[in-house]
T-cell receptor
């Protein structure tokens, strides 16, 4: 069966520091991968998605970037965090199609 | 762009009551999905709907794919405390690899 792992679960970072969140999927190959951000009590905002290695689509201009160095690995990065980058970050995967399966999320607090 | 209007935004109900929530759009969707998110966790898929008019159950949950393909409904019967959470609808417009999420319905159950 397929599983998705996200880490870390919680992260507290100072403003101006770099960021790297990692997501990996097991038990499948060539998945679509997605990064979402969720502000407290709000909906899901799609940040990036990828349909293959090295292929990244950005949905919202921002301070973040994404990379897919391997088939089942998706990384969310920032060179310098802003206060507004705080939130709950969710990684999701999908077989070719539409149903998305989510990881447990990373709660990022930028202070 | 395409949007999903999910209502109500929040609900306060007594344990044992039935719950209804819905999602509407001005655009046609080919797949409707319902997710539940508990605090601090990623959304979990509850029900997937693939055909207009389809009615699908998962335990006490029942969801329907509207005949016009522009709406979907989720009902929860005889609510229990563990039903607390945020319920998201999502639709797939079948043109790309993304799905569109509603802003969620937050369900509270009063003791």
């Amino acid at each position: 069966s397929q599983t998705i792992h996200q880490w870390p679960a919680t992260l507290v970072q100072p403003v101006g520091s770099p960021l790297s969140l990692e997501c990996t999927v097991e038990g499948t190959s060539n998945p679509n991968l997605y990064w979402y951000r969720q502000a407290a009590g709000r909906g899901l905002q799609l940040l990036f998605y990828s349909v293959g290695i090295g292929q990244i689509s950005s949905e919202v201009p921002q301070n973040l970037s994404a990379s897919r160095p391997q088939d089942r690995q998706f990384i969310l990065s920032s060179k310098k965090l802003l206060l507004s980058d705080s939130g709950f970050y969710l990684c999701a995967w999908s077989p070719r199609g539409y149903i998305q399966y989510f990881g447990a999320g990373t709660r990022l607090s930028v202070l | 762009g395409q949007q999903l209007n999910q209502s109500p935004q929040s609900m306060f109900i007594q344990e044992g009551e039935d719950v209804s929530m819905n999602c509407t759009s001005s655009s046609i969707f080919n797949t409707w999905l319902w997710y539940k998110q508990e605090p601090g966790e990623g959304p979990v898929l509850l029900i997937a709907l693939y055909k207009a008019g389809e009615l699908t159950s998962n335990g006490r949950l029942t969801a329907q794919f509207g005949i016009t393909r522009k709406d979907s409904f989720l009902n929860i019967s005889a609510s229990i405390p563990s039903d607390v959470g945020i319920y998201f609808c999502a639709g797939h417009p079948n043109r790309d690899d993304k799905i569109i999420f509603g802003k969620g319905t937050r369900l509270h159950i009063l003791p």
